[in-house]
Structures are given as C-alpha cells and as structure tokens.
C-alpha cells in the first residue's frame, strides 16, 4: 500500500515538474535575481553574440517571451499580474547582469524587460547596411595566413554566422511551396560559403583545395575542413618524426665524436722530417716552400722562440 502511495506521488511530481517547464510565469528555485544570462558581458562591441546568447538562454528558461512581446504584461489587478511582474524584474535582471558595469547604468530606469531590451537594441545593434558591409568585406579578405586550420575555420564560421543573424537569406513562408526554391537557397549559400572557405587557404594547401573543388557534387563545408583537417595532422605527425630523426641524429653524432672519459678526439697531424728537406723557392735546407719565411713573412712564434735563445746565451756568457 505504501508502495503504490508512493509512486503515485512520484508521477504527480513529475506532472507537475512538466508543467512547471511549460510555465513562463514559474521561477526554479536556482533562478534568482542575481544570475547571469552569459558568461561574456555586453560591452559594446560584441553586441550579435550577446545577443544570440541571450536569446538562447532565456529560450532554455520558457522567457524569451518577456523581450520579444509575445507574452504581454497582464491587465493590472489580474491574477497573474503580480506573478507576471515578479517574473519579468527578474528577467531585467538577468539582462543587467550580463552587461558591463559601465553601460548598464544607462539602463537602470527601464519599466520592463521588453522596454529594456527595445532600448539596447537601438543603441547597440546598429542599422544593418553598414554592418553588412563590415561583414561582407570581412569574410571578402579574410585569410588563413599563420593561423592555425581550426582557428582560421573558427573565425570564417562566426563571421557568416553574424552575417546571416542581421541578414538572413530569404525563404518561402507561404507554406505551399512545391519547387523546393529553400532547399536551392540553402545549397547556393552553402556553395558560397566552400569557395570562401578555400579560398583563405593557405598555399601549403593548394592540391588538396584542387581536390576538392574537383569533386562532384561538392561537399558540404564540414566534410572539406575535415578533408583538410586530416592533412594538417598528418604533417604536425610527420614533422614530429623528422624532428625525432634529426634529434637522434645529432646525439650519436656527439657520440661517436667523443672518446673516453667524455673528452673530444683531435687527430694528430703526421709527422714529417723536414731535416732533408729543400725549398724550393730560397733553395735552403730545412723546410719546404709551404713554410718559407721569404713567402709568408716570419711569424710571430718565430721571433719570440729568437728572442728566447739570444737572452739565453746572453745569461750564459755572463755567468762564464
């Protein structure tokens, strides 16, 4: 009996969980006043991907309604609107919150969520033509240069991202479209989008870029980067083998060049008799040509090894 009692209150908890997540007018318990919608501030230059991250947390939550006015403020004295009102500050301040401290004080006095969010976008979400412009020129010169292949990806991606958030290509809306006219706008943005790609290569990639665009139908811009990905890895693999090679190399190199003890090995020049010998540039006996002071002037050894022996007999004759 207890048993059943038990899961009977377990289903109805459940059932009211379900209606909870359903509810935009209920707040979880963790859901308080002091939470952050985004882990990056608003802070003036950064306004599309502040936007977007709001947009999807508040989604998550059942109160993207409260901002984009689809779910109104009740009439006063209703018996949701204290509960609305209760909803929709929270919500403000979930917004304050997620901006820097020094714009968000131009922003204290809004009445509502929705006032709130209207105001920001005025001031921060500018008209969409120069922002085109800036984006479009953007991903036009964009390059791989010394970027690494998922940085250079990474940083093409958001730039057609933030394009399509202020301008989004057109679709049919109407429903009763037969000729499939959306599935050729998504396949001519995602051609575009290859050939940008591809072209911000960077020259090392030139044979597999050929590769690619010589494939029927071309592929989509996920399965390119992984074709080029796999490249790039194969050449951080094989330029750690060589470095591997070469540092071994050099180590039996040092090796073998030592003897014992760790010392270097010098050869010895060989020995050669010079007693017999005859330049044959002064015709004197001695020495060869190679060494003929008539050629290449006295050295400096000589004269020192001179000087030794002259005060050498010098100290001789004096203590005969």
Same mark, same amino acid.
């Given at each position: 009996?207890?048993? *059943?009692?038990?899961?009977?209150?377990?289903?109805?908890?459940?059932?009211?969980?379900?209606?909870?997540?359903?509810?935009?007018?209920?707040?979880?318990?963790?859901?308080?006043?002091?939470?952050?919608?985004?882990?990056?501030?608003?802070?003036?230059?950064?306004?599309?991907?502040?936007? &977007?991250?709001?947009?999807?947390?508040?989604?998550?939550?059942?109160?993207?309604?409260?901002?984009? +006015?689809?779910?109104?403020?009740?009439?006063? +004295?209703?018996?949701?609107?204290?509960?609305?009102?209760?909803?929709?500050?929270?919500?403000?301040?979930?917004?304050?919150?997620?901006?820097?401290? *020094?714009?968000?004080?131009?922003?204290?006095?809004?009445?509502?969520?929705?006032?709130?969010?209207?105001?920001?976008?005025?001031?921060?979400?500018?008209?969409?033509?120069?922002?085109?412009?800036?984006?479009?020129?953007?991903?036009?010169?964009?390059?791989?240069?010394?970027?690494?292949?998922?940085?250079?990806?990474?940083?093409?991606?958001?730039?057609?991202?933030?394009?399509?958030?202020?301008?989004?290509?057109?679709?049919?809306?109407?429903?009763?479209?037969?000729?499939?006219?959306?599935?050729?706008?998504? +396949?001519?943005?995602?051609?575009?989008?290859?050939?940008?790609?591809?072209?911000?290569?960077?020259?090392?990639?030139?044979?597999? &870029?050929?590769?690619?665009?010589?494939?029927?139908?071309?592929?989509?811009?996920?399965?390119?980067?992984?074709?080029?990905?796999?490249?790039?890895?194969?050449?951080?693999?094989?330029?750690?083998?060589? *470095?591997?090679?070469?540092?071994?190399?050099?180590?039996?190199?040092? @090796?073998?060049?030592?003897?014992?003890?760790?010392?270097?090995?010098?050869?010895?020049?060989?020995?050669?008799?010079?007693?017999?010998?005859?330049?044959?540039?002064?015709?004197?006996?001695?020495?060869?040509?190679?060494?003929?002071?008539?050629?290449?002037?006295?050295?400096?050894?000589?004269?020192?090894?001179?000087?030794?022996?002259? @005060?050498?007999?010098?100290?001789?004759?004096?203590?005969?």
């Amino acid at each position: 009996m207890s048993e *059943d009692l038990a899961a009977e209150t377990s289903a109805i908890r459940v059932s009211d969980a379900a209606q909870h997540e359903k509810d935009a007018l209920y707040l979880h318990p963790s859901e308080h006043s002091s939470l952050a919608l985004t882990s990056a501030l608003l802070d003036g230059t950064n306004f599309l991907a502040w936007q &977007r991250a709001v947009y999807v947390s508040l989604g998550t939550k059942m109160k993207l309604g409260f901002i984009n +006015g689809s779910f109104p403020c009740p009439a006063v +004295g209703s018996t949701s609107y204290e509960q609305w009102r209760r909803v929709d500050l929270t919500v403000t301040s979930w917004i304050w919150n997620s901006m820097s401290k *020094d714009i968000v004080e131009a922003f204290m006095y809004c009445a509502t969520s929705r006032e709130l969010w209207i105001a920001i976008q005025k001031r921060y979400g500018r008209s969409n033509g120069p922002m085109v412009y800036q984006l479009q020129r953007e991903i036009s010169s964009v390059s791989q240069q010394d970027l690494s292949l998922t940085a250079y990806f990474n940083k093409v991606v958001k730039l057609w991202n933030d394009l399509c958030c202020i301008a989004p290509p057109p679709k049919c809306r109407c429903g009763r479209c037969t000729c499939g006219v959306n599935e050729a706008i998504a +396949g001519s943005t995602a051609s575009t989008q290859l050939v940008q790609f591809l072209m911000g290569l960077h020259e090392s990639y030139n044979s597999e &870029r050929s590769q690619i665009l010589m494939l029927d139908p071309l592929p989509d811009i996920e399965r390119a980067f992984s074709m080029v990905y796999a490249v790039e890895k194969q050449r951080e693999v094989q330029i750690e083998m060589n *470095d591997s090679i070469s540092h071994m190399a050099c180590q039996l190199t040092l @090796k073998n060049n030592k003897g014992e003890g760790d010392k270097p090995m010098y050869k010895k020049k060989p020995y050669i008799d010079k007693r017999n010998a005859i330049c044959s540039n002064c015709r004197k006996p001695g020495h060869t040509q190679d060494t003929c002071f008539q050629l290449h002037g006295v050295p400096d050894w000589y004269k020192t090894l001179t000087d030794k022996k002259k @005060k050498g007999k010098h100290f001789c004759c004096q203590c005969g």
